[in-house]
């Protein structure tokens, strides 16, 4: 429903759900089977996608359901919706992507991985492209690390323009760069494994734990209908605005691994 934010718990296997005054999980009760949620998504009907470790399930407002009876992933590490409004999903076994719309699910062909293909080629060995941030003014920018979590910090392609790599000799606090964010004002946001950093078009400006982070390992980023920016963490969720950052909860959620409204 509007208003609430969902974060996935990797460690717990649960959804949590907060409404601005109360934290509610949800679960197993709900038909939630997965062996762990690493990965949130918004539906174009405004349902809930969860992918984790065994697939991906879809929740209603009342329950969950997995995806396909055909469809069974080791892991599923990403979830976006298409312009049709079609299902996305990365998962290994190796690094596959597959799109399902709205009745099965279906292998993309290889030309769907051509951008990817243009990152692995300007570095020369074989990466996974992680995230992918389409943003407003048509620029697209690219978080690079491979599967065992090493970074090698973000490209950003713009059109007419040669690609742009940032890094940590750039202003970012880690080269490895977990979610990206672009919010209402055009400026991006990324969560690394030292923190948050904030891209004006210039300069970045960086967030950690002596700014009140509850953790410097920041996994994903969400910005909510308000423009209020909300940080998982490896230690809870923390909520900032108006430059103040607060820490929500920490006690009933750990390692947030994905967040959306």
């Given at each position: 429903?509007?208003?609430?934010?969902?974060?996935a718990?990797?460690?717990?296997?649960?959804?949590?759900?907060?409404?601005?005054?109360?934290?509610?999980?949800?679960?197993?009760?709900?038909?939630?089977?997965?062996?762990?949620?690493?990965?949130?998504?918004?539906?174009?009907?405004?349902?809930?996608?969860?992918?984790?470790?065994?697939?991906?399930?879809?929740?209603?407002?009342?329950?969950?359901?997995?995806?396909?009876?055909?469809f069974?992933?080791?892991?599923?590490?990403?979830?976006?919706?298409?312009?049709?409004?079609?299902?996305?999903?990365?998962?290994?076994?190796?690094?596959?992507?597959?799109?399902?719309?709205?009745?099965?699910?279906?292998?993309?062909?290889?030309?769907?991985?051509?951008?990817?293909?243009?990152?692995?080629?300007?570095?020369?060995?074989?990466?996974?492209?992680?995230?992918i941030?389409?943003?407003?003014?048509?620029?697209?920018?690219?978080?690079?690390?491979?599967?065992?979590?090493?970074?090698?910090?973000?490209?950003?392609?713009?059109?007419?323009?040669?690609?742009?790599?940032?890094n940590?000799?750039?202003g970012?606090?880690?080269?490895?760069?977990?979610?990206?964010?672009?919010?209402?004002?055009?400026?991006?946001?990324?969560?690394?494994?030292?923190?948050?950093?904030c891209?004006?078009?210039?300069?970045?400006?960086?967030?950690?734990?002596?700014?009140?982070?509850?953790?410097?390992?920041?996994?994903?980023?969400?910005?909510?209908?308000?423009g209020?920016?909300?940080?998982?963490?490896?230690?809870?969720?923390?909520?900032?605005?108006?430059?103040?950052?607060?820490?929500?909860?920490?006690?009933?959620?750990?390692?947030?691994?994905?967040?959306?409204?």
């Amino acid at each position: 429903p509007k208003g609430e934010l969902y974060a996935a718990s990797a460690r717990t296997g649960k959804i949590l759900r907060y409404n601005g005054g109360e934290m509610g999980a949800l679960g197993a009760e709900q038909g939630l089977s997965i062996g762990n949620c690493v990965v949130l998504c918004t539906g174009a009907g405004g349902d809930i996608f969860v992918g984790g470790l065994g697939g991906v399930w879809r929740y209603d407002g009342e329950k969950f359901q997995a995806l396909a009876a055909d469809f069974s992933p080791q892991l599923v590490l990403s979830l976006a919706l298409d312009r049709q409004g079609r299902l996305l999903c990365g998962h290994t076994p190796g690094a596959r992507l597959s799109r399902f719309d709205g009745d099965r699910v279906e292998c993309l062909i290889d030309e769907q991985f051509s951008n990817i293909t243009i990152v692995e080629k300007s570095f020369g060995f074989i990466q996974t492209v992680a995230k992918i941030c389409v943003c407003k003014n048509g620029d697209t920018w690219f978080a690079v690390r491979s599967m065992d979590g090493a970074g090698r910090g973000v490209g950003l392609r713009r059109e007419g323009v040669a690609l742009r790599w940032f890094n940590r000799q750039d202003g970012l606090p880690h080269d490895t760069v977990w979610d990206m964010v672009e919010d209402r004002h055009g400026h991006m946001w990324f969560a690394t494994s030292e923190g948050v950093a904030c891209y004006d078009g210039v300069d970045f400006n960086c967030l950690d734990i002596s700014d009140g982070l509850p953790s410097k390992f920041v996994r994903c980023i969400c910005e909510d209908d308000r423009g209020h920016l909300w940080f998982g963490t490896d230690n809870g969720l923390a909520h900032y605005h108006d430059q103040l950052l607060q820490v929500v909860c920490t006690q009933q959620i750990d390692q947030v691994y994905s967040l959306i409204q």
